[in-house]
């Protein structure tokens, strides 16, 4: 099973940038899509972003396509969020995931097994 650990929230102004990692240890990375989500005490879990196994493939939310990509570093076992533009109502803890099937996209349906533990996003006004 893939663990996973979140780096590189913290607080920013409004219009400002982050970039998130998500490390990830253990067998088969390579071929496993992985999302980002993200959390308020106020809202639902929200999936913003997520790539395939090889990173051909990408989905990013409505809520945040023009300011947020996703990419990811297969020899590094990484996944990065780059967040641009960032807005107040971006704050939230954010969190990857893995899929539980190898080689899957977003198209194909994804079901999220392993969890990190978040890094906390502040977008200041």
């Known amino acids: 099973q893939v663990q996973l650990v979140e780096s590189g929230g913290g607080l920013v102004q409004a219009g400002g940038s982050l970039r998130l990692s998500c490390a990830a240890s253990g067998p088969n990375f390579s071929r496993i899509a992985i999302g980002w989500f993200r959390r308020t005490p106020e809202k639902e879990r929200e999936l913003v972003a997520a790539?395939?196994?090889?990173?051909?493939?990408?989905y990013i939310a409505d809520s945040v396509k023009g300011r947020f990509s996703i990419a990811r570093d297969n020899a590094k076992n990484t996944v990065y969020l780059q967040m641009k533009s960032l807005k107040p109502e971006d704050t939230a803890n954010y969190f990857c995931?893995?899929?539980?099937?190898?080689?899957?996209?977003?198209?194909?349906?994804?079901?999220?097994?392993?969890w990190g533990q978040g890094t906390q996003v502040t977008v200041s006004s």
């Open positions: 790539i395939s196994w090889s990173g051909g493939s990408t």
């Open positions: 995931a893995a899929d539980t099937k190898p080689y899957a996209d977003y198209a194909m349906g994804l079901t999220f097994g392993s």
